[in-house]
């Protein structure tokens, strides 16, 4: 199970992280944010749809077809910690090595598209103050770690969940239907 677990989290925490690291490179280029985002959800799907296919693996090789969704939810589990962590620690090497002025841009461009969108000056007041909050909760590296996790890992808990009942299989499912 180990093997499974780690093979499948190390290969979903690379494309995660790869994805991110080119996606930051393509935003800080032509500064565009919106469809970073929408590549980076559709690479954490992507990648921990790897936990379908640890689980599957590990049911159907290593437990005669028979798998709890206990069981099949702790694989989930552990594979999302893996690709998670990989991902928050690749996001604070980018974040304080090569990009620490991403708060700042990021909220100029915030404030850009709800001005652009039409909002009014308490509207705006209000959203600066927001990203004013969110600046100085990223001054302090455990916020990172934190709002970075609750960036990905709520995605991976969902998907294991999903796998482990789509995947979860006791004796009972074994016997033939007449």
Same mark, same amino acid.
């Given at each position: ?18 994805? $991110?690291?080119?996606? &930051?490179?393509?935003?800080? *280029?032509?500064? #565009? /944010?919106?469809?970073?985002?929408? %590549?980076?959800?559709? !690479?954490?799907?992507?990648? /921990? !749809?790897?936990? /379908?296919?640890? +689980? ?12 709890? /969704? ?6 989930? %589990?552990?594979? @999302? ?8 620690? &690749?996001? %604070? ?9 991403? $708060?700042?841009?990021? &909220?100029?461009?915030?404030? =850009? ?7 009014? &000056? ?10 004013? *909050?969110?600046?100085? $909760? ?9 709002? @970075? ?5 709520? +995605? ?10 789509? %995947?979860?299989? #006791?004796? =009972? ?6």
């Amino acid at each position: 199970m180990k093997k499974i677990i780690l093979i499948c989290g190390f290969i979903a925490g690379f494309v995660l992280t790869t994805v $991110m690291a080119v996606s &930051t490179v393509m935003c800080y *280029m032509y500064q #565009n /944010f919106e469809s970073n985002m929408a %590549l980076g959800y559709a !690479s954490m799907v992507l990648a /921990f !749809s790897l936990i /379908f296919v640890g +689980i599957k693996n590990y049911r159907d090789t290593y437990n005669n077809q028979i798998i709890s /969704f206990g069981k099949a939810f702790k694989i989930g %589990l552990y594979i @999302t910690l893996i690709a998670s962590t990989m991902y928050v620690i &690749t996001w %604070l090497i980018e974040y304080y090595v090569f990009i620490p002025d991403f $708060m700042d841009k990021y &909220t100029a461009h915030v404030l =850009r598209e709800a001005k652009t969108a039409g909002a009014s &000056t308490e509207e705006l007041a209000s959203k600066s103050s927001e990203m004013d *909050m969110y600046k100085k $909760m990223y001054k302090n590296p455990l916020f990172v770690v934190l709002l @970075t996790y609750a960036e990905v890992f709520p +995605i991976g808990l969902v998907i294991s969940l999903i796998c482990a009942l789509i %995947l979860k299989r #006791n004796d =009972r499912n074994l016997a033939p239907t007449a």
